[in-house]
């Protein structure tokens, strides 16, 4: 099990920004891949970013957006603080939906936004962007 605790979410008006976080005590830096989620109200779970360790002896990482955020939300891990990061600029009202975190202990996890690759998952971070 990788508990995952996420904070950081709130309300704020259109153009505002927040920043999660997201604790993993049972991370390691062998933990390839991890991410942010989120659901909206009536609408699929879907992949807003993740970063990728291709090399876990260097700390080498690729990061992936969905396009709808590319340029707003930037994603971020420190393996000291077992801490996942997202920076959400410019929010609209459309990013309004609950933010997960997740992680993988699989391996053979895959670089990108797929969401059947992430095993462990966090309680969620309500974000509500108001216009």
């Known amino acids: 099990q990788v508990p995952l605790v996420e904070s950081g979410g709130g309300s704020v008006q259109a153009g505002g920004s927040l920043r999660l976080s997201c604790v993993a005590s049972?991370?390691?830096?062998?933990?390839?891949?991890m991410g942010w989620f989120r659901q909206a109200p009536g609408k699929d779970r879907e992949g807003v970013a993740t970063i990728y360790t291709a090399n876990i002896y260097t700390g080498r990482t690729s990061t992936y957006y969905n396009d709808s955020v590319k340029g707003r939300f930037t994603i971020s891990r420190d393996n000291a603080k077992r801490t996942l990061y997202l920076q959400m600029n410019s929010l609209k009202p459309e990013d309004t939906a609950m933010y997960y975190c997740?992680?993988?202990?699989?391996?053979?996890?895959?670089?990108?936004?797929?969401?059947?690759?992430?095993?462990?998952w966090g309680q969620g971070t309500q974000v509500t962007v108001s216009s």
């Open positions: 049972g991370l390691t830096s062998s933990s390839r891949c």
């Open positions: 997740a992680t993988s202990s699989f391996s053979a996890c895959r670089p990108g936004l797929q969401i059947g690759d992430y095993n462990y």
